[in-house]
Structure formats: C-alpha cells, structure tokens
C-alpha cells in the first residue's frame, strides 16, 4: 500500500459512503504507512475521528485496501503527533490476544445528548443517562434502561457512548447488542479462545449491552453473561443495558440475572405523548431547514403528524422524511394535502384502534371507580356521570354503534347510551370540569 494507491481511492470512498460523510470522516485521516504483519498505518487528527472511522468505516477501509493491496491485513489509527498509541484497541491486556472479538458495534453520528427531546415520558431516562455519560463515579449499577420499540432507548445508550469518549477518553468504552454479544462469544467457544473472550471483556471500563431481552432462553450465553456482569461490577465498572419490557417481565430469563438487573437503577421510556412527538417533529425540521432553507412547510402540519402517527419515533421521523423528499422532488411547498397524499398509508396504518375496554379502564381510573361500578347497574351520580362520560368517549373515539356499546355497558339499551352522550355533549359547554376531564382522558386514549 502507498500513499498513492490510497490517493486513487479517495473518490471510490467519496460515492460509497455518500460526500457528506467522506469530508467528516475519511477526508481528514491520511495513509501513513505500511508496518510488518501487513498493518495499514493511519495518522488521524484526533482520537475522536480514529474510533469512529475504525468503529464504522474499518470494514469497509480494509475490503478495499486489500483489493488494492493483498498484503493489507488490519487497519491502525495513531493519533497525529500528539500520542501515537493505537485508537483501538485500547485496555488489551498483555501479552496482546487479538482483538476482533472485542470490536463493539459502530455508533450512530445522530444519536446524541444534542439530539435527543426530552419530554415527560422520557425526562428521567434521559437524566440517569446524563449522570451514567458524565463518567463520573459509579452510583447505579446497572443502570437498565426499558421501553418499547422506537422510544429511543439505542439512541441514549448511543449518547452516553459519545459522552463518555469525549469527555473520558481514557474509558474503554464497549457498546454492542445482546445478539453481537452472543455471537462473540459463540466464535470465541468454536475457535477455543474464551480466554481471550473472558479477558476482553473484563477489561472494559464500560459495558453497554443493548436488548438484553434477546439473551432470554439462550442458556450458556446467559451463563456468561452473568459472569462478565460480575466481574465488571465487582471492579465498580460501569453497566448500562436496555430491554424492550422491565427485568421481571422477561421471560425464560435465569432469576440471578433478573436481581442482578434489577440491583441498579431501572428507569423506562413511557410511551410519547403529543407534546414530546410535536417537540420531535420540531427539532428534525430545524435540522432540516439548516440544510435546505427553502423548505416551506405550512401551519398545523407539525401538529397534524403529531397527532396522528402512533407513540413509535421511528415511524414518526419516517414519515418526515418522506414527506421532505417527497416536497423537494416535485418542488412543492408541503401542505396539508400533500402530507395526506403522500403519508396516505402511513397514516391509514397508524389510525389507532381504541377499544371500549380501554375506554372504561381509563375512566375508570380516572374518577377513582372501580371498573364493575363504572359497567354495573348502580346510578348513584359518582357512578352515572363517569359512565356517560365513557360512553361519549366510546362514541367519539370507536366506531362502535349505540347498541354494541350499550351491551358493552351491562346490557344498556341503545337509548340509555344515546342520552348518556347528549348529557355529556350539553355538559361539556357548561360545566369546564367536565370539559376539562374528556380532554385529559381523550389525550391518554390518543396518546
Ligand atoms: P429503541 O432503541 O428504543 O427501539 P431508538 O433509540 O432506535 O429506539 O429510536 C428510534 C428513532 O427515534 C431514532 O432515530 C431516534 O433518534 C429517534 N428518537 C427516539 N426518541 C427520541 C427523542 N426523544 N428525541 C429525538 N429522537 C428520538
Ligand atoms: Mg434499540
């Protein structure tokens, strides 16, 4: 490999990895120089950009340097001039066991602290992972991060990992999924180097290990990642893991695990309400806008996505952005026809089902009643209103006709429901209280 060849493959790596990416990242690191064993050494201007190209281009760097030069067995990347110890791997214990069963899983650029809204249904997730990312001393270990798909537990594991190489670049630092962490050690056992797999491990400082839930039923891989827990607590290392359910609803996971899950700080990631999925919205358009500043977006659009696209940020930033690419390809400013247009299906998918159940638990817990009272054939006032109320709900947010939902109400005649809903439908002009409540409740069913 020589500088040249390296040179001749800049615009390759340019229109692979898109132009934006190649000035970030491969622009800036420059072809040292070959060493003995076939190491491709790289000068890199910080630690910073060394880890991340290694982490997420390494691959790739090293399929087309060996295409070039079939000497190229691995790739180094030495800090320049300042320190030229290697990027990665650090902490390997002596004498050196190679390290590709260390390798965590790349970061995601975008998912940062920065980026991250913070809103009611997540404000304390993100502040334990706050604390965790500041590196300081350990106070909860582990910290367990849960919720359901989409609500961003990867995107604040990935956060806390860019935190704490920036401000302690002195940790080893390893991220990586429950599925790469049994695969690693599922290599390790066939090419008999668990003395190896042992001792990497053991020598991060901090071990996140993302969907924990997938270890559930795969014994011996639960088996060691009980001991690789251990050890790292024992040495007050840092432990952060995520799931998509919390410790003790996982199943066919081993009991010493789920208290050993348990024994930190367990926090979860509510499912988003509007206010947190408008504020979403809001900071990926300013994103966007800072790149594409003639992008014209009308009133309420924000507020339309937001209210009707389920609790999943995935599928929310989705449909952004297919909307912009959409606006920019037939140079439209995005108005709400467009949006109905072009999200129809999304939109169609996402028209949440509400049922009558849900209905009568929510109001039920609402008023402080129990369920059987709200349902039952008592009429004392604390029982009727809240009754009507559920009934007015079950008409303005199901398709149920009168009569399903007068069965579904002890076996009440159609009429009884009907006057039920004017009662309330009068009420609500009258009485703020009230009018206050089937807003409150209608925007926990909607959430
Ligand atoms: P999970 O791991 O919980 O399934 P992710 O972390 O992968 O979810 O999040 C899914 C997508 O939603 C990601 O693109 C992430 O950046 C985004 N996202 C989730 N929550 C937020 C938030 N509070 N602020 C900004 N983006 C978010
Ligand atoms: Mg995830």
């Known amino acids: 490999m020589t500088k040249e060849q390296w040179g001749a493959l800049q615009d390759q790596l340019s229109s692979t990895i898109g132009e934006n990416n190649y000035k970030t990242w491969i622009k800036p690191i420059e072809f040292h120089d070959m060493e003995p064993g076939g190491v491709a050494v790289f000068t890199v201007p910080t630690n910073f950009i060394g880890t991340y190209v290694s982490q997420n281009y390494g691959d790739l760097l090293l399929a087309k340097l060996s295409a070039v ?28 066991p190679s390290t590709d069963l260390l390798p965590g899983a790349p970061l995601d650029a975008r998912f940062t602290f920065d980026s991250f809204v913070v809103g009611k249904p997540n404000e304390l997730a993100h502040a334990a992972a706050k604390r965790v990312g500041e590196g300081g001393q350990v106070t909860f270990n582990p910290l367990f991060l849960y919720g359901g798909v989409g609500l961003g537990k990867t995107h604040l ?3 806390i990992a860019w935190e704490l190489r920036t401000h302690r670049p002195d940790l080893n630092v390893l991220y990586l999924s429950a599925e790469q ?9 066939r090419e008999r180097r668990m003395m190896d797999f042992k001792e990497l491990f053991r020598s991060v400082d901090v071990l996140m290990v993302d969907d924990v839930q997938f270890i559930a039923g795969k014994d011996s891989t639960q088996e060691e990642f009980f001991h690789t827990f251990n050890a790292l607590v024992d ?5 952060i893991i995520s799931a998509d359910r919390a410790p003790d609803e996982i199943k066919d996971l081993e009991n010493r695990i789920r208290s050993r899950l348990q024994s930190g700080l367990v926090v979860d990631l509510h499912p988003t309400d509007y206010e947190l999925r408008l504020g ?3 900071s990926k358009v300013q994103n966007y806008r800072e790149q594409y500043p003639a992008l014209q977006l009308d009133d309420g659009i924000l507020e339309f996505l937001a ?9 929310l930033e989705g449909a952004l952005t297919r909307l912009f690419a959409f606006a920019s390809l037939v140079g439209q400013p995005i108005t709400m026809e467009l949006t109905q247009d072009c999200l129809a299906d999304v939109l169609r998918a996402s028209d949440r089902k509400i049922s009558i159940e849900e209905i009568q638990r929510k109001v039920a817990e609402h008023y402080h009643i129990r369920l059987s009272d709200l349902i039952g054939p008592k009429r004392v006032r604390n029982f009727a209103r809240p ?11 199901t398709a149920r006709s009168l009569p399903e939902i007068g069965r579904r109400f002890g076996g009440r005649d159609h009429t009884t429901v009907m006057h039920g809903v ?3 439908e009068e009420l609500r002009s009258q009485d703020s209280q009230i009018a206050d409540d089937i807003e409150l409740l209608r925007r926990a069913l909607e959430a």
Do not use: E
Not at 235 to 239: A, E, G, L, R, Y
Not at 307 to 315: L, M
């Open 69 to 96: 030069d079939t000497a190229v067995r691995r790739l180094r990347f030495d800090v320049a001039n300042v320190d030229t110890r290697p990027v990665q791997p650090r902490a390997v214990p002596s004498p050196a």
């Open 307 to 315: 209210h009707r696209i389920s609790t999943n940020v995935r599928v």
């Open 235 to 239: 040495q007050n290392k840092q432990i």
């Open 181 to 189: 962490f049994m695969y690693r050690f599922v290599q390790a056992l």
């Open 280 to 282: 979403i919205l809001q």
């Open 157 to 159: 594991m990935h956060a």
């Open 387 to 397: 009754r009507q109320v559920a009934m007015y709900l079950c008409k303005q947010l």
């Open 422 to 424: 004017k009662r309330i």
